[in-house]
């Protein structure tokens, strides 16, 4: 055999490769690595230097090029060359200023303002929506807790009610003090505090109109443990404890939220107001509640307001008359609170908010929701739909031992207090419209 290495196409022959430069086994330099002689005297021959290998045969699948591993360059097949990136628009290679490229889709655009997105003018309009929203229920929440952080709360009373429907006992009471002129003198005899408004505010809980009954303050009824009195005298001696007990005495209403103003509230009210509408039959002139009023539509400021509302010795039915002109500064005072006027006008609303809570006490059990049920039935009955009357009198001028009072219909007045009781307020107002039309005739 050649001492020398030679290539044969032939597969099947022996061929003598060259000494490794390592050991395939060890990973060691061999002597040719090392430059040692392999053929000394004696000397072992060098691992694997005359390692035979048989080549295998040629696969029929394996393509032709690649039994040509040791081919040269040349021969060996090339990869298609790879385009280089592309230059971004408006560069050519090289960092050089080129003319822009045609981007796909269509030509570049000039220089001028880029029209706005669809997908960003939506987002956008999301946005100002979110933000009504929240202005939407961030501003009556703010409201109302204007005003519920001005209530006052009653320590110690609790409604129970018992009937159907939502009834509330709303109070007016009138506190004047002595006062003094510059001269030390006393100029008002009436002091203490007394309930010179008594009305019952019921919203049925099924369909029907809202019912506001006036309960004369003079109401001749019995006061549970003193006996037969005027009604305003259980607050006297009761508070209001005892006035609710005695309504639901005389009722057979369960009162469920007892509501207390302040006949002083009332002026600051309509003063946060701006002023408040009414239109009186006949003019009042009441040096005792210190107002002169003409007849006809005008608008009342705070003092003249609370003179209305107090005036009783004008009218030859007296307090008859006077929960008339309460109940209708009570609704002129409503419709003013819930116009656009006052509610889009934060320089109305929240002063407006704020006097109205100050002249306000509620029972301890009320909370906020109570207050804005109150509200909700104060708005209904002072509207279109709502029912207004006076507890059907037979006798204003009774002689009693507690002085003259107010006797009830007896007859009419229990059908009004049946037709309560069993929620039934369209039977109230088919009532009212009865004894309104017997009356007039």
Known sequence: MPDKPYRDEDPTRQI????PLRSPTTGRPTAARLGRPTDEPGAAPPEDATQVMRRPAPSATRPQAATQRYATDATRPQRPATAPPAPPLGRAPGG??????????????GPGPRPPRRRRRGRGVRAVVLVLVALLVAYPLALGWTAWSNVGKIPGLITAGGTPGTTFLLVGSDSRAESTDDEGQTTTDTTG???DT???????????????????????????GSGMNKLNASYALGGPELLVSTVEAATGLGVDGYVETGFGG?????????GVEVDLPEPIEDSFADIDLPAGPQVLQGQDALGLVRTRKTDATGDLARVQRQRQLLGAIVARATSPAVLLDPRRSFPAAAAGGQALSVDEESGPTGLVRFLLAMRKVTGADG??????????????????????????SERLWDALRDDDTET???????WTAETDG
Not at 16 to 19: D, E, G, W
Not at 387 to 412: F, H, I, K, Y
Request: cysteine-free.
């Open 16 to 19: 003598r490769r060259p000494a």
């Open 96 to 109: 050089r200023q080129g003319p822009p490229r045609t981007p796909p889709g269509g030509p570049a655009r």
């Open 193 to 195: 505090s007394r309930t």
């Open 198 to 224: 008594i009305l019952l505010l019921h919203a049925p809980s099924g369909g029907g109109p809202t019912v506001m009954v006036s309960l004369p303050r003079d109401s001749y009824v019995e006061v549970p």
């Open 266 to 274: 009332f002026s600051s009210v309509v003063d946060a107001l701006g």
């Open 387 to 412: 029912v207004q009357l006076t507890v059907p009198v037979s006798n204003p001028d009774l002689s009693t031992s507690v002085g003259s009072a107010v006797e009830w219909d007896e007859e009419r």
């Open 428 to 434: 109230v107002q088919t009532l009212v419209e009865q």
